[in-house]
């Protein structure tokens, strides 16, 4: 994969010296060039070759380098075996460089000298990434990748670790674990940190690889020259792991570990985070009264710390009590946090997201309501509801406002007040629907920022491959000259080297299919995502008229039983979305009560029978959802809606073998040929985008998961009357 990655970062670096040739006005290129000793013509390796327009370059185990220049610059070459030489660039040709180097006496101060300005100028760059990290992503980024380019090709092992951790940082903060833990294992494999590998530990916690994380943390169990701090963060990820693992017993003993070593060495926001963790734990494991006394262990100790600390343990504390179903010790929390977030008056800018997502005043206003409405007190929730409405909506927190919405409909509903209930519906799907093209627009964002983050990485990857390559390339030529020597040696070099070669590609070869494998899984996810983001509103849009029709009617209980449906149905809808399969059984459900609704606006129109062979486990099959729907939908409305007589809709179920069943819908209406015939141009267009949708999403499923599902459409009768859709599941194996 590197191999690949450095093919893709030299165009890439190509074209920037095009830019920059053009803004200088004058036209640059790459030139190549040798440098070697004019006494015994060999090659010289680590020279640093500059410019003064501030291209930089160094020589590989050949003597070779590149550089993007322009005629008339002045190259500038540096190294500790040989005086400062300059030469100035006539023209494109390739340049041969011949130096006079120095005797060796000097040489040892020279190169402490010169490794001095590297770790200083590393150093540097690492400082500039730590501050962009939480900002910048691709500044950060690029900023380790200029630390490296200054290490050079024979940098020190030590400094290559401190650049890799760093990168692996700046992932691990911006949640991009897969590639943390590439670089943290690479800085390791280059120099052995306590501080790498606690760090690596984590990410694989976070990732819930615990097995993983805990063979990293066992060797440094051992160490007696671990820092306070360092051994209470080893405890404190083993508890992480063992909670995660479910052995609460032994999360604790670590916890009390890591606390024990914290309150010798007085380390209180660790003392504060332990306190915390254990009450957490307590409370999995359901022991209440442990569980309150660490949490107040944790409330006290943070009140020593910054106020938007305390305000965290309050939350998990409130939290604790209102998983217990005390309600009213949560609100006199949560009232009271209301009043301290009000106190603290933080501007955005510095930081309020510091907070959590959990600590802002629309959602502490939501989950103060839904405690009232826990308790029936519909009245008290109300005003809290509409507090998070507003301050969601000041706040631009569509998860939020969404959310109380609807909670605020149903509270209406409970209450009697339908019309009410109905406007804040509507709210509720206008939210909805800005929610899906927001999220829509994430993902999209979300692709563009790993596509930048693949090209800032393939950057520091081709770097790494270019110290690999300038490493083989001068063993190589140390082989090269022994050749006169020893012919055996010769051979057994020329051998090792093609084996490694051949590795090299092998692995190479390995790492970039998997790369495509795992691109290609994430792009059907994202294509599913966006698919299944995708409901027509049509269906909505009618459903909401059949309400309005009933009201208009003074039919409240009509209007009631079938709000109460639709709303029903779109729950279940949305619940299901981010799911690529569902049991057929709830899939079964949503079916008949989508039938339900639309037999009830078009009773006169069909009759509907829904049959399941009684010899067949619906239980062990999965289905994709909302994937008969549509063709449900179809069948009555452009089949047997405009049949002059009442039809028929039938859906059976039945066992096909062993490991396949069938789901059979058909309707007796007009037929596809002369449903088409009815069609508007836009009703075409409309249908076939749908039935597209349906098509690619069974395709990506059967890509993704082995042609588990099928579908076949047929006339019912030969003169062309009524359709039959087919659809064959097969079971999980």
Do not use: C
Not at 544 to 569: C, T
């Amino acid at each position: 994969m590197r191999s690949s990655l450095l093919h893709i970062i030299i165009p890439f670096l190509f074209v920037s010296v095009l830019g920059l040739a053009q803004n200088n006005g004058t036209p640059k290129f790459v030139l190549k060039g040798l440098v070697e000793s004019q006494n015994s013509h060999k090659p010289i390796q680590g020279v640093s070759v500059s410019t003064s327009s501030g291209q930089f370059a160094y020589t590989n185990g050949l003597g070779e380098f590149r550089i993007s220049v322009s005629i008339g610059e002045r190259l500038i070459l540096e190294h500790p075996s040989f005086e400062t030489v300059r030469h100035q660039v006539t023209s494109r040709d390739d340049i041969k460089l011949q130096v006079v180097e120095e005797s060796k006496k000097d040489d040892a101060l020279s190169m402490s000298s010169m490794s001095r300005n590297r770790v200083l100028s590393n150093q540097s760059f690492l400082d500039s990434a730590e501050y962009y990290k939480k900002t910048d992503i691709a500044r950060s980024i690029d900023f380790v990748a200029q630390s490296l380019e200054v290490l050079g090709p024979d940098g020190d092992k030590g400094q290559l670790a401190k650049s890799l951790t760093k990168l692996g940082e700046i992932y691990l903060h911006h949640k991009q674990y897969d590639l943390a833990i590439d670089n943290f294992e690479d800085a390791l494999k280059a120099n052995k940190t306590i501080a790498t590998s606690l760090m690596l530990a984590r990410t694989y916690e976070i990732t819930d690889q615990f097995d993983a994380a805990e063979k990293v943390l066992k060797p440094l169990e051992r160490l007696k020259n671990m820092v306070p701090y360092q051994r209470v963060e080893l405890y404190e990820i083993f508890g992480d792991i063992k909670k995660g693992t479910g052995d609460i017993s032994l999360s604790v003993d670590y916890y009390n570990e890591g606390l024990k070593v914290a309150s010798q060495n007085q380390i209180t926001p660790k003392m504060t985070d332990l306190n915390s963790k254990i009450a957490d734990a307590y409370a999995q494991d359901n022991k209440v009264m442990e569980a309150e006394v660490y949490y107040g262990n944790s409330v006290e100790l943070a009140s020593k710390m910054a106020p938007k600390r305390v305000l965290q343990e309050r939350e998990k504390v409130a939290d604790f009590y209102n998983k217990r179903n005390e309600y009213k010790e949560e609100i006199a929390i949560r009232k009271n946090s209301l009043e301290a977030l009000g106190k603290l008056n933080i501007p955005e800018a510095d930081g309020t997201m510091d907070l959590g997502d959990t600590i802002t005043s629309q959602r502490i206003n939501y989950k103060i309501a839904n405690a009232y409405i826990a308790q029936d007190k519909y009245e008290e929730a109300i005003p809290y509801l509409q507090k998070s409405i507003v301050q969601a909506d000041s706040d631009n927190d569509l998860v939020v406002q969404k959310d109380a919405t609807r909670k605020l409909s149903e509270v209406y509903e409970f209450k009697g007040e339908y019309n009410r209930a109905l406007e804040t519906y509507q709210d509720y799907v206008a939210l909805v629907d800005t929610l899906y093209i927001r999220k829509e627009q994430e993902i999209s964002r979300a692709a563009r920022f790993n596509r930048e983050i693949a090209v800032t990485q393939s950057r520091i990857t081709g770097l790494e491959q270019e110290r690999e390559l300038s490493q083989s390339k001068y063993e190589l030529a140390l082989t090269e000259q022994e050749l006169a020597e020893e012919s055996y040696k010769r051979q057994r070099y020329i051998i090792y080297s093609l084996i490694f070669g051949l590795l090299l590609t092998g692995l190479a070869a390995f790492f970039f299919y998997r790369s495509n494998q795992q691109q290609k899984l994430a792009n059907n996810l994202l294509a599913l995502k966006s698919l299944r983001s995708q409901m027509n509103p049509h269906f909505i849009f009618n459903a909401l008229n059949s309400v309005n029709n009933y009201i208009s009617k003074s039919d409240e209980r009509s209007a009631n039983r079938y709000l109460s449906d639709f709303s029903r149905l779109m729950r279940s809808v949305l619940e299901n979305s981010e799911e690529d399969f569902i049991p057929l059984t709830k899939e079964l459900e949503l079916l008949e009560l989508y039938i339900k609704l639309e037999h009830s606006r078009f009773p006169d129109k069909f009759d509907y029978v829904l049959q399941i062979d009684e010899n067949l486990d619906v239980s062990t099959f999965q289905i994709p959802p909302m994937l008969l729907q549509p063709y449900i939908e179809n069948a009555i409305w452009h089949g047997l809606r405009y049949k002059e007589e009442k039809g028929r809709l039938e859906v059976k179920v039945r066992a096909k073998n062993d490991i396949e069943l069938e789901i059979l819908v058909t309707d007796d209406g007009i037929g596809r040929k002369k449903s088409a015939e009815l069609k508007t141009v836009n009703q075409r267009k409309q249908k076939s985008k749908g039935m597209g949708n349906i098509k690619q999403r069974i395709a990506i499923l059967n890509d993704m998961y082995g042609d588990k599902v099928s579908v076949s459409i047929s006339n019912l009768k030969t003169n062309g009357e009524g359709t039959q859709v087919l659809f064959t599941l097969k079971k999980d194996k």
